[in-house]
């Protein structure tokens, strides 16, 4: 037996909108009408008309469309569950997580760069909520930055969520111009941060208060480098050891995380001269300054790739090197690993310059393996950076300045062995293929200004350097039978082995000569090699060869050495 009826009128006035109840009725005509006048006059995107019957034993309605027409609804993908759907921020305590601050400073970007603060002190001074307060503008567009793609990712109407930030927002106003008023946080005039901390130590507010009071400390002083001095100074004031220590540090090392995760924070911390390559080294130094001092007291040269670390960035980096500030140290670590795998360039007007620091920074980052970073991380991060290296502008870039195409082959082949990655080695290998397989390598080559020894000579070096890459075995070998061709076919032109031979100089003297050319030392390995190894062994073959070795024996000792160079002897 079913109970009472009724029918009522749900409405989508756009497509992507939710259903609303509009009416109920127990006249289904009525309820039917309505539905259909709403669509025809646009008033309603869709219609649905329901009829609800009661159970009269479980007091429940069972539901019945009767009408569904309209635009079709638009099914959203919900990337949470229905139970935890909702704002991410539920009350004004959340907002000062890590993960809220973050999202604060970068909806609020802009305007926090202005007043010169971070986030974390947006949250912890009365003046500046009372001063973004004022900024209507402001505030509206940041909850508009959070709520729209929220809104998108858990499918609940924007609206709703605009209106709980911007109450949200509110509270924490009204509670930071409260504390203000009731003069919560003290100052420091007249009274030690590590008394304070004592003082605070146990209550329930303490983190509050502390961040408060550092904020405060900080609110005459303009600028990165004179606030990360402050906060500096701050850290020596604060107690010696126990958790009165620990709400002092934790607070300055969250402003600090923020004041140099800017990018224009951390360059009036280090410098505003410098490039993205020399910053991220100067990081690194700070970060880790007794291994960077062992390096560059192994190779001065470094010293002249990685910038110098004074002022407030040297006292920051005596503290991280004692093992404070554990958090600013993985997060500045992290920086340098994420620029390295983007594709901004470290020195944009010098390729060359980007080549150098780069391996400056592989050998500082190696060094600190273990303690920031793993070895494994470190690696990936120089292969992707390495990815850059390969492109065509790159290359272009880093050979424009040569004059020869011997100049470019050297180059190409310093690019070889600085580039990491088993494809990146593999594309940088096949741009010096392309160098010393082309005719105008050959042709420079038969035309060398100094004269053709010398051009056997710079060729048994490019061979020499070619082998140091560390390329894959296929690679090396086309590589290196390209410079030996050409080796090759200058050799037979100038006919050097064989003027050698004819030679009237000493017996002794012309095999070291030979056996200098065999060996690849006075020219590239291939058929100029050859040619040398297979005189010395008619050399050897002549009584008269062996009389005159037999009559200078200090000589047969370095011709032996040779020999064996040469692959002519065990």
């Not at 009826?5 to 009416?23: D, G, N």
């Not at 009372?130 to 499918?155: C, F, T």
């Not at 051009?455 to 590589?479: H, T, Y």
Request: proline share 5%.
């Amino acid at each position: 037996m079913s109970g009472a009826v009724h029918y009522e009128v749900f409405i989508r006035k756009t497509a992507p909108a939710p259903w609303s109840l509009l009416m109920a009725t127990e006249d289904r005509k009525v309820a039917l009408e309505t539905a259909e006048d709403l669509l025809r006059d646009d008033r309603a995107a869709a219609v649905r008309v329901t009829k609800e019957t009661l159970d009269p034993e479980t007091l429940e309605f069972t539901s019945l469309t009767v009408l569904n027409r309209g635009a079709p609804e638009v099914v959203r993908k919900r990337v949470v569950p229905e139970d935890e759907a909702g704002p991410r921020c539920g009350g004004p305590q959340d907002l000062y997580s890590p993960q809220a601050r973050e999202l604060v400073g970068r909806v609020l970007e802009d305007w926090l760069q202005r007043q010169g603060v971070t986030a974390f002190e947006l949250l912890h001074r009365p003046d500046l909520a009372e001063r973004l307060e004022a900024a209507g503008v402001e505030l509206q567009h940041a909850v508009q930055k959070v709520a729209v793609p929220e809104s998108q990712a858990v499918g609940q109407p924007v609206h709703e969520l605009m209106r709980h930030y911007q109450k949200l927002a509110d509270q924490v106003i009204e509670r930071l111009v409260s504390a203000g008023r009731r003069k919560l946080f003290p100052g420091l005039e007249d009274r030690s941060l590590a008394d304070l901390a004592h003082r605070l130590a146990g209550t329930s507010d303490r983190a509050f208060i502390m961040g408060g009071v550092v904020s405060g400390a900080l609110k005459d002083l303009k600028g990165a480098r004179a606030r990360l001095d402050g906060l500096m100074t701050l850290a020596d004031a604060a107690p010696m050891e126990g958790p009165p220590r620990a709400l002092v540090m934790v607070v300055i090392e969250q402003i600090l995380c923020e004041l140099l995760s800017s990018r224009t924070g951390l360059a009036e911390v280090l410098g505003p001269s410098l490039d993205q390559g020399a910053s991220l080294a100067a990081v690194v130094r700070m970060v880790a300054p007794r291994e960077i001092d062992a390096l560059i007291s192994q190779d001065p040269r470094l010293d002249l790739l990685i910038p110098t670390v004074d002022g407030p960035a040297a006292r920051l980096g005596a503290r991280l090197q004692a093992g404070e500030f554990p958090l600013l140290s993985a997060a500045l670590a992290r920086m340098v690993l994420r620029e390295l795998m983007s594709p901004r360039r470290l020195r944009p007007r010098d390729a060359a310059g980007e080549i150098d620091i780069l391996r400056g920074l592989a050998l500082t980052l190696t060094a600190t393996a273990g303690r920031l970073l793993t070895l494994d991380e470190i690696q990936n991060a120089f292969t992707e950076r390495s990815k850059s290296l390969v492109t065509a502008d790159f290359v272009a870039a880093y050979v424009k300045d040569c004059d020869t195409v011997l100049c470019e082959a050297e180059q190409l082949t310093r690019l070889c062995e600085n580039v990491t990655g088993t494809a990146n080695k593999r594309s940088a290998a096949r741009w010096l293929s392309a160098c010393v397989g082309s005719l105008r390598f050959e042709s420079e080559m038969r035309r060398h200004a100094d004269g053709h020894s010398h051009a056997l000579a710079a060729l048994a070096a490019l061979q020499k350097s070619v082998r140091a890459c560390a390329l894959s075995a296929g690679d090396e070998e086309a590589i290196l039978t390209a410079i030996g061709a050409v080796g090759g076919t200058v050799e037979a032109e100038a006919r050097i082995v064989a003027q050698l031979v004819r030679s009237s100089a000493p017996v002794p003297a012309r095999l070291r000569v030979l056996l200098k050319l065999a060996a690849g030392e006075t020219g590239p390995a291939g058929p100029c090699a050859d040619r040398a190894r297979a005189e010395v062994l008619k050399m050897l073959r002549a009584p008269e060869v062996r009389g005159a070795l037999g009559a200078a024996p200090d000589e047969v000792a370095p011709i032996k050495a040779l020999m064996r160079q040469a692959g002519l002897a065990a």
